[in-house]
């Protein structure tokens, strides 16, 4: 049985939107810090955004702050990804996984989660 399962990616033209979501398993939504990573062929994968199991404490890589917003839907158990101003270096696999690290920044480390999710394909087409 999956823990976390990802929805919504897909092909956008640059300057597009995606929203990007992943359902929680109940008992990991309530206590684990959730994140989203992303990876393209050859490539480690990248901590892009992730936010605190209470929803406070949260963070973006540089690449994407200003476009992208993380958020977490309690009545769902999801957490969400808001894609805006999609550039074509935004294509990826991008990942939802959960940690229960929490020191004062999110690890970067594959091996520091302990759920991921399968991933899903978001190409920007130039």
């Known amino acids: 049985q999956a823990q976390l399962v990802e929805s919504g990616g897909g092909l956008v033209q640059a300057g597009g939107s995606l929203r990007l979501s992943c359902e929680v398993s109940g008992r990991i939504f309530s206590t684990y810090n959730l994140a989203w990573f992303r990876q393209t062929p050859g490539q480690e994968r990248e901590l892009t955004a992730a936010?605190?199991?209470?929803?406070?404490?949260?963070y973006y890589a540089e690449a994407v702050k200003g476009r992208f917003t993380i958020s977490r839907d309690v009545a769902k158990s999801t957490v969400n990804l808001q894609m805006t101003s999609l550039r074509p270096e935004d294509t990826a696999v991008y990942y939802c996984?959960?940690?229960?690290?929490?020191?004062?920044?999110?690890?970067?480390?594959?091996?520091?989660?302990?759920?991921w999710g399968q991933g899903t394909q978001v190409t920007v087409s130039s």
């Open positions: 936010i605190g199991w209470n929803g406070a404490n949260i």
């Open positions: 996984a959960a940690t229960k690290y929490s020191g004062t920044a999110y690890p970067t480390h594959v091996y520091e989660y302990d759920f």
